[in-house]
């Protein structure tokens, strides 16, 4: 199944600047299988402000949006062709 992940903004600089990612994941893929993935593929460049390395997880203050719901949990199904953003939430006034 494919999933599509779009690192927005600043984000995309760890993706070597392409915002919008394909990840190949077996059919029934959950939440934590993509987070393995993108450690797999990204995690030594992703800086620790918005990766941790032991967990293989965002940061809180990145936000991961999916079709229509937060992915949080790690057990979280994933649909084929879903779309997720991951988006850095920006303080601001």
């Known amino acids: 199944m494919k999933v599509y992940v779009t690192f927005v903004g600043p984000l995309a600089e ?10 190949d994941l077996p059919e029934g893929a959950v939440y934590g ?20 390395r032991e967990t293989k997880t965002f940061q ?10 937060d992915h949080e949990g790690r057990e979280t199904p994933l649909a084929d062709g879903e779309q997720i953003k991951v988006i850095p939430i920006l303080a601001g006034g």
């Open 14 to 23: 760890y993706t070597g600047g392409v915002p919008r990612v394909e990840f």
């Open 33 to 52: 299988d993509l987070l393995e993935e993108i450690d797999r593929r990204f995690g030594p460049s992703l800086h620790e402000r918005i990766w941790d």
């Open 60 to 69: 809180p203050r990145i936000l991961v949006l999916g079709e229509g719901r």
